[in-house]
Structures are given as C-alpha cells and as structure tokens.
C-alpha cells in the first residue's frame, strides 16, 4: 500500500506540469491579436501600450479584455455575432481563461463562485454614458436566463426578470446627447439563486429618477421613451380611448428637445415588446389601462394653457385638455381646476384658497406632472419586485447586478448631472476602498511584503460633496430650508463663502482671468476624478425642493384611478414638516447602497466609450485615455502585476482541496495553515507561485489556481467513482445468492418453455409440408380439401408476380404471363380489363387535335383496311387540313365557291373522258359540292346530291372516279382523277359529304359514264412498273406494282 501515494503524487505533478504548459500555449495561440489579459503585458506600467493593446483588439472588433478577473469592454456600436446561444454553451462551466475574454466569461465565473463557496456576489457595470452598462447588464441577465437549471417555475422567474429590462427601460431611459438609451435612473437588481443555482426571485433598487425630465428637455434630447411608443406604437382604439394623437408634435412635454423621431429608436417595435413585457410580469388589464391612462393625462397636462383674467389671476386656456385630465385621472373637473389654478392655506382654524398667478399655475402644473410621474414610476418598481419576490424563505445566494448612471458632462450640467456625477464619485470611492486600498492593506494584515502602488484617492471630492456642515449637499440643504428670500445666486455665495478654498472648487468670482473666461457668474467648478464639469446653479434649489403644493396633492387623493390612489393616499400624513430634500434622499439612498455592496464579494465590469459620435471602428486616443485614467484600470493592472492575482483563507483552501493529499485527506487533525502547507509541498508549488499569510493563502499567478481545480476535479471523479463502487458492492452482496438461485430456476423454466415451443413449431411445419405436397400432386383437380391450400398459393403467386412485369403500354399486352391451368379463364378476364384500363389512360392522354386525327385515321381504316393493297402505307402518314392553300387558289375562284367554306383542298391529275390526256387540276371540296379547277376557271361543279358513288381499285395506285348523276347530254359525266392524297382525300370527302357508303373499291375494271349513253372503262392491273396509258381496246389502262406488305 505504500506505493499509491507516492503514484498518485506523481500523476498530479504531472498534470499540473501538463495544465501549465498548455495553458501558456493556448494563451499565445490566442494572442495573435494583441493580449487578451493586460496582467501579460510586458510593459504593464505604459500607458501607451496599454492604449495600443485596447486598440488593436478594438480594430479586430475584439471588445473585451481582462485585468485579471475585471472586464474592460469597449462599446463597438454595431451588432456583434458573439451573443448566441451556442456562444452561451462554450461558456459554461469553462475555467475563466480558458477561452477569449467575454462577459459570459466573467457572469460564469460569478455564478460558479457562488455556488461553490455560498456567497453572495455583485458585478459593478461603472463607465460613461454611452459606454454601453446597460447592455452589458442585458447580457449577463440573458446568460443568466440560458444557464441555469430549468422548470416551469424557475422559467416564469426567469421570463419576469428578463422582461422586467424593457419595461423599465420604457419608463427610465431616454435619449441623450451622447446615448440613445440612456438611464435616467439608477438600478441595483438583485438575482436570488437556489443551492442548485435555479433562479428563484429577484429584487430592484431605483435611484434618483429623473423627474425633471418630464417636463424639460434640452435641444437634441427626448423625454422618457414610454411618451413615444405610445403615441407611435399604441392601437387606434387605445388612443381613442385615451383622447391622444399619433403626433408627437401636438404635446409640448415631447418638443422641446426638437427630435420627437430617432432613426436608432423604434418605438412601434418597443411598444410591442413593453405590452408583452406587462403581461408576463403579471399586470392586470385594470392596472395596464390606468397606467397607460396615467402616462396619456401627463400628456395632456403639459398641453394645460393658462391666461390671466381681469385681476391677474390664473384661469385654464384650453377646457379640453382639462376634461382629458379629468377622466383619465377619474378626478372631477372642478376639483382639479380648482387644484392647479389655487393654493390651499391654513390659518389657524380656517383655509382659505388663495389663486395663483399664470406663473405660478404653470408652476403647479409641471410640479403636479412630475410627481405624478415619478410616484408612478416607483409603484412600477414595487410591482415588479411585487412578481419577481421569492416565496421561499430558506436562505438563498445572491448576485447582484448595479447598472447605475454613468459620468455625465453636457454643454449645459444642471442639479441632475451634480447628483449623477457625485454618484460616480461614490462608486469610484467604493472600487478604490474594495479594490486598491483594500488590497494594500489586506497584504498589510497577513504579513504579505507590498510594493506601493500610487493612486488617485478620490475621498476629498467626496468630502467637498457630502461633508457635514461645509459640504455643498448641506450648504444646498440649507439654503432651501432656510427662512427669507433664498435664491440659486444667494446658494453660489454660500458656497464662495465656505469652500472657497477648496483646491476642486471654483466660481466666476473665485477664478482667475483665464478661469473667468471659461465661466458664467451663475456658475461652479468641479475638479471630479472624470475631470472638470461646469455646472450651472439655475434651478438647484427649486429641483432639490422638488416642491408639491398641498392643493396638488390633496386633487390627487381625489382619483378614481387605482394607482393614483396607491401614490397618493389619503391616508398620507399632513405634515407641516418640510420632507428631506431631493439630495439629501439621494445621499441616503446612496449610502444605503454602498453598504449593501460592501457586504458581497465584488467583480468588475469596466465599459468604455470609443468615440464621441457613436460611430463604428473609431477609436478617440484622447477620450479613451481619459477614460482609463478616471476608471483607475493602470492602478488595478500594476496591483495586479505587483501582488497575488487570487488568496483563499486556509480553512476554505484546505476544505476543497484537501482529497488531492493522502496526508489531508479525509479529514487534516492539525491547524489549517500546517494542512495548507502539507498540502502545498505535495502538488509541488514552486517557491515564487505563493506566500503564506496569518490567515490565507495567496497564489500570484491564476493559472496556478486552474491547475489545482483541474486536478481536484479529477481527483473528484475518481473519490465519487471509488465510493459509488463500494456503496453497489454493498447492496448487490446481500442479495447475490438468492438472485442466483433465482436466475437457475428462471433459466430452467424458460429453456422449458423454449424447448416445448420449438416442437410445436415443428409440428406445425410438417402438417404445412404435408398439405402443400398433397396440394401439388392435385393441383389438376377440382378443387377440394386436399389442395385448396396449395391453389391459394397458386393463385397469390401468380398475381404477386403478374403485379410485378404489368405491361406498360397496350402494344405489350401480348407479353402477358402465362397463367396456370386453374387461372385461364380469370388471366383471360383480368387481361381484357387492364387492356382497357391501358387503352382508357391512353385515350384520356391524347390531346384534341390528335384526337380528332385518330377519328379520320379510323374512319380510313374501316374503308380500306384489308380492302386496298397499298392502305399500310398511308396510316402512319398525318392527315392534314388542306394540301392547297389560300393564296395558292385563284382569287376570281375564291370568290365564287367562298361562300359555301372550303373545307379540304388538293391538287389531282384529271383523265380526260376522251382520250385520257391527263390535265393538273384542283380538287376543291366545299360545305356544298365539290370543285375541278384550272386556274382561273372552273372546270365542273358536283353537288354532293348528285353523286352517285366512289370507285377505287384494290391495287396500290392512286386513281379514283367520281360517279355523278348525269340526265341531260349537255351536263358533264364521271370524273377520272389520280391524286397522291388519294386516303386522305377520299376520307375527308366522306367525312364532308357524308359518303362513306359510296366509296367502293373494285377489282379489274371500273366504267364511267362520259355523258349519257355513252361509256368508258378504267382497266386496273399490276405491272413491273407504275404506268398509265390508252389500251388498244381503248379503254384507260392504270398499272401498278405490288407493294410489300408491312
């Protein structure tokens, strides 16, 4: 036994030897394009090869590249083909270097942590608007959706989750100057996972919604893009019912940016996916339609017109738009007008109504719009968490996804971009406390040598911000709350006043001549770790007090309209008390958030902006420069290069892998360290790859990591195989004899039962043998007992194989199979039907016109067939219409006999009657009679009545005489024609005529009559040689050769 450790020792030696090795070859191999991991960039401290790594990826539309574990993505700004569901699957369950650096990379990498080690996790989405957080936050959602395990539950969490993206975006997202979807809102979802990594819930934390927006868009920008799918997307009968237009030019809330249509954004498209979004998220039709009816009466709102009466007070302009109002919020009209054109005060133990000025209604107006909007948006919010909530309560792993505003600098920066851009501040600060400073100081507390890294502490911009008592938040709180007449202006000089001072801080007044310049009087300075942002004070006060009158509130308490109602409660207590203020909210939210972040273990995606303009395959050296610097990403790298890329804490270093050591394995009696160093010596760690601290250990390189979790995972199998073998031995043991003994009585019983069916079998075939040699020797017989088996047989036989060699045509009908004796009379039968059957298909397949040529052939063939000698040699020849045609006829000709419709026409040689000199005529045939012509004239008429008959000889020439009825002397008598047409002629004159019966065909002599009582005879026989000419007994001799038969 002791010579398997010191195998297994051996074997693992070896495949971390292996792993190594092929791990450094698949990295260079996928190097090819710049470095896909900047921890393996040789000059990790310059800035300018870090610019060119990023770069050249860029170009190669290779947008992701790690610092370690953290993701640096580059917004490419065109459809990439790296997103697919086979994509999704290469991904899975692949250590985190193995393949190119991806997203799916980093949220595989978070969820196996996760299950593995029973945590909770969070991913930070940090970068510029326009970088591209919020797509990145869609695609790990996605990833999510695909990995996990799957049941009809787990898949209804994960469609909610999924379709709970486009819902808020619809109501959180607009178009900016630098991102045609940006988040006007922050968002922190949480992902709650079940110990088989199922998702089973989920939770969502919004952030300072941008309220102003409703009311105020900047040149270039749009309100929230819900305003524009519906107007653009929403049915006809929707509109109708909600009183709007499908123009976003007739509502003031949505012009002021002056770009109601953007070419990126398909609203039509995004309302279909919004409708199917909130029916899967479990909204009722009642809570769709008073939300929709909530976002059509803010609408209408903003087209609310004031004009002062005789006394300078506010009355509505535009009753209209009121009644809209009115019914949507199902609040009665008098009340809301009296709501936004008076305000309610109280003194002592009465109110009065005091009106408003037209400045002041306009005021109420918007305030009313945005807390109408954004209460809504928050009761949005909780329905959603409300369907994605976790009815379970045993305990579950999280992760968390922040996909929170990013850093913001316009032309004009107003109270939004203040509270966005202290917001970055804040998550900055959390990345360099989590990340740098956590990092030096770890390695302080476990005794790990440190080499400096320098860093930019953004902590006292923070400070300037949110410190207590000189901070701008509480100089900004306290000029709001403060008594008298306080004005934006009056907050500048409280601010030149107390922070004057401060190194990141200037004002027009503060600021030198250069600095004066670049500044307006109304406004400050921001040194921020982005840069510097200018903001302007106008509006500060009024949007942090974010004032509702008591009036506006009490009309909502009013509504019929179910969300209304739930925003609004009458129950809401009546303070006198002034409500904290907009940032002050923000600030606590903020902190609210920090704290739950700093309580998950952190992962990192870094997004960057290429370009300004949003164009493809540019990269801005300068922007993208600053954007590397503000993100800290050259700090993280040379942490990373300086210190250990992963540590683990003894106890959970030694609980996963302990099996991989005989010596720790199954269970180590000593401390964890001394078990982590048994454990390190035995997988042969060289000296440089680690270090021990007072509580972890810390492995520099990550590779060196994936070649113990290799080896684990193979150690694994073989452990889980080695039990597996000892648990079946153990259960098959006990009960092996008795399904011995059991196998040997079944095995007796069944040879049994084979043998007996066996005889039975072949004591069938012998009867059957028997009866069919019976059968055979008297197949000649009546059929009987003895051989109507053997005749069935026969029979089947014989149809089987008839049904094979079918003839194909009716010409082959002669290659029937001979039947057997006892088939005669049926094969007689079954042949005559399918002789039918074959002439049937053939005559439902020969089109009209061939038709009709097989009805002059037939007719042909029942005159002649067999009659005349040289009748074989016509059929296969095609009758035609006519042998002459029109033109060939002359016209004088034409015009006498066309009256009566030519029918057939063919040049003939006509024998003189005295004399027999042949002459070339035309043998006309019309509806009426029949024609001889010569040229011009027309030599004799024949009225069908008039004849008599058709004489042919039985011989192979081709003369004919027409035998016509002839009573005066003066009429013209028979007619003696040669034609080469004779078959043709003959049957077409029949077939016109009607004739049929008058063709005659004789033998040796015809007579004619040449006039009346006057005869001539036609003499008919076979010669060497086709010859006609005058016998000496005067009659016309035709001579013919004897034709073969064919």
């Known amino acids: 036994m002791t010579h398997r450790p010191l195998e297994v020792q051996e074997s693992l030696e070896e495949r971390c030897n292996r792993i190594l090795r092929n791990m450094e070859a698949s990295l260079t191999a996928r190097d090819r394009v710049g470095i896909q991991d900047f921890v393996l960039l040789d000059a990790y401290t310059s800035e300018s090869a870090f610019l060119d790594n990023l770069r050249k990826r860029f170009h190669e ?68 608007s326009g970088a591209g957080k919020t797509e990145a936050s869609k695609k790990i959602l996605q990833f999510y959706a695909v990995s996990c395990p799957s049941t009809r539950l787990l898949n209804n969490v994960r ?36 110990h088989r990594g199922g998702a089973v819930g989920g939770h969502i934390l919004s952030y300072l919604l941008e309220k102003s927006r409703v009311v105020h868009q900047n040149h270039g920008e749009r309100n929230f893009h819900i305003f524009y ?49 909130l029916s899967v998220i479990d909204f009722s039709e009642s809570d769709t339609e008073h939300l929709f009816g909530i976002i059509a009466s803010v609408l209408h709102l903003g087209n609310l017109k004031f004009e002062a009466d005789a006394r300078g007070y506010a009355t509505v302009k535009n009753n209209q738009e009121m009644q809209w109002v009115s019914k949507l919020l199902g609040i009665p009209g008098q009340v809301l007008q009296q709501g936004l054109t008076h305000r309610k005060i109280e003194a002592k133990t009465e109110e009065v109504f005091s009106p408003f000025s037209v400045e002041h209604a306009v005021y109420a107006r918007d305030a009313l719009a945005k807390a109408i909007y954004g209460r809504t948006f928050n009761w949005l919010v909780n329905k959603i968490n409300e369907s994605l909530a976790n009815q379970d309560s045993s305990r579950k792993t999280v992760i968390g996804l922040l996909d929170i505003y990013g850093f913001e600098v316009f032309s004009v920066n107003s109270f939004e971009q203040f509270c966005i851009n202290y917001c970055n501040e804040k998550l900055q600060q959390l990345f360099i406390q989590l990340t740098l400073k956590s990092e030096q100081e770890e390695y302080e507390l476990e005794g790990i040598e440190w080499e400096p890294v320098p860093y930019f502490n953004n902590k006292i911009i923070c400070d300037l911000v949110e410190e207590k008592f000189r901070g701008i938040i509480s100089l900004l709180d306290e000029e709001c709350l403060r008594p008298g007449e306080a004005t934006d202006l009056t907050f500048l000089e409280k601010m030149e006043e107390k922070i004057g001072g401060h190194p990141h801080f200037v004002t027009h007044k503060l600021g030198d001549k250069n600095t004066r310049k670049t500044l307006e009087r109304g406004d400050f300075r921001l040194l921020h770790y982005a840069g510097e942002v200018t903001y302007c004070v106008v509006g500060f006060l009024d949007k942090n007090n974010d004032l509702l009158y008591r ?30 203020t907009v940032v002050t909210q923000f600030k606590n939210s903020l902190v609210g958030l920090t704290e739950i972040l700093m309580s998950k273990e952190p992962w990192y995606v870094r997004c960057i902006k290429p370009n300004e303009a949003k164009q493809p395959a540019r990269f801005d050296d300068v922007l993208v420069r600053h954007q590397v610097k503000y993100l800290g990403l050259m700090e ?55 270090k021990f601290g007072r509580t972890k250990i810390f492995i520099r390189h990550p590779r060196t990591l994936f070649a113990t979790e290799d080896a684990f995972q193979v150690c694994k199998h073989q452990l889980a195989t080695r039990i597996q073998a000892k648990y079946k031995g153990w259960r098959v043991k006990e009960g092996y004899l008795k399904q011995k003994e059991a196998a040997t009585k079944i095995e007796n019983c069944w040879r049994g039962l084979l043998a007996r069916k066996e005889r039975e079998r072949r004591a069938w075939a012998v009867k059957v043998i028997k009866r069919f040699i019976k059968g055979f020797m008297t197949r000649n017989q009546p059929a009987c007992v003895d051989n109507s088996e053997y005749l069935a047989y026969v029979r089947q036989n014989y149809l089987t194989r008839l049904k094979e060699i079918l003839p194909k045509t009716v010409l082959e009908t002669d290659s029937w199979l001979t039947p057997p004796p006892i088939l005669k009379e049926a094969s007689q039968l079954l042949q005559n039907i399918y002789t039918r059957y074959l002439v049937r298909q053939y005559v439902r397949e020969i089109a009209p016109e061939r038709k009709s040529q097989l009805l002059l052939k037939a007719q042909t063939s029942s005159m002649f067939k067999g009659k005349k000698e040289n009748y074989p040699f016509s059929v296969y020849r095609p009758f035609v219409d006519t042998r002459i045609a029109l033109e060939d006829i002359n016209l004088k000709v034409l015009q006498t006999v066309q009256q009566e419709h030519i029918k057939y026409s063919v040049p003939v040689v006509k024998y003189d009657r005295n004399g027999f000199r042949p002459r070339l005529r035309q043998l006309i045939f019309t509806q009426e009679a029949a024609y001889l012509v010569e040229e011009t004239k027309i030599k004799q008429r024949i009225d069908y009545a008039s004849l008599k008959g058709v004489s042919v000889s039985n011989l192979s ?41 008058c063709i005659k065909v004789v033998q040796g002599s015809v007579r004619f009559d040449i006039q009346p009582g006057r005869e001539g005879f036609v003499d008919f026989k076979s010669g060497q040689e086709s010859m006609v000419y005058r016998a000496k007994n005067g009659h016309l001799m035709v001579e013919s050769t004897r034709m073969k038969s064919r």
């Open 61 to 128: 539309n290779l947008i992701y590249t790690y610092i370690g574990t953290l993701l640096v993505s580059v917004n490419p700004y065109k459809d990439l083909d790296i997103y697919s569901k086979k994509q999704m699957d290469t991904y899975m369950g692949v250590n985190f270097f193995e393949l190119p650096p991806h997203i799916y990379a980093l949220a595989d990498n978070v969820f196996r942590t996760m299950l593995s080690e029973f945590n909770n996790h969070f991913i930070l989405i940090s970068g510029e």
């Open 159 to 194: 469609d909610r989750l999924l379709l709970s993206n486009p819902v808020l975006e619809a109501f959180g997202n607009a178009k900016t100057l630098k991102n045609d979807n940006s988040s006007r809102f922050g968002k922190y979802m949480d992902i709650e996972f079940d």
């Open 229 to 277: 799918q519906l107007v653009e997307g929403g049915e006809e009968e929707l509109l109708r019912w909600l009183g709007l237009e499908r123009n976003c030019k007739n509502y003031r809330y949505l012009v002021q940016g002056d770009c109601a249509k953007v070419s990126s954004i398909n609203d039509k498209s995004d309302w279909r996916t919004v409708r199917k979004a």
């Open 551 to 580: 009036s506006g509130k009490e009309v909502m308490q009013h509504s019929k309209n179910g969300i209304i109602k739930h925003c609004f409660p009458s129950s809401e207590p009546d303070t006198k008390k002034r409500p904290e």
């Open 636 to 690: 993280h790298l040379r942490v990373r290069r300086a210190g250990f890329a992963y540590r683990r804490k003894y106890e959970i270093f030694l609980q996963r892998y302990k099996a991989l050591c005989p010596d720790t394995w199954p269970n180590w009696k000593g401390t964890p360290a001394e078990g982590v160093r048994c454990l390190i010596k035995h997988l042969g760690y060289k000296t440089d790859e680690y």
């Open 957 to 997: 020439d081709n003369f004919l005489i027409l035998h016509v009825i002839c009573d005066d002397i003066k009429q013209k008598g028979d007619l003696v024609l040669q034609c080469d047409y004779l078959f043709e002629a003959l049957t077409k004159l029949s077939v016109i005529a009607d004739k049929q019966s």
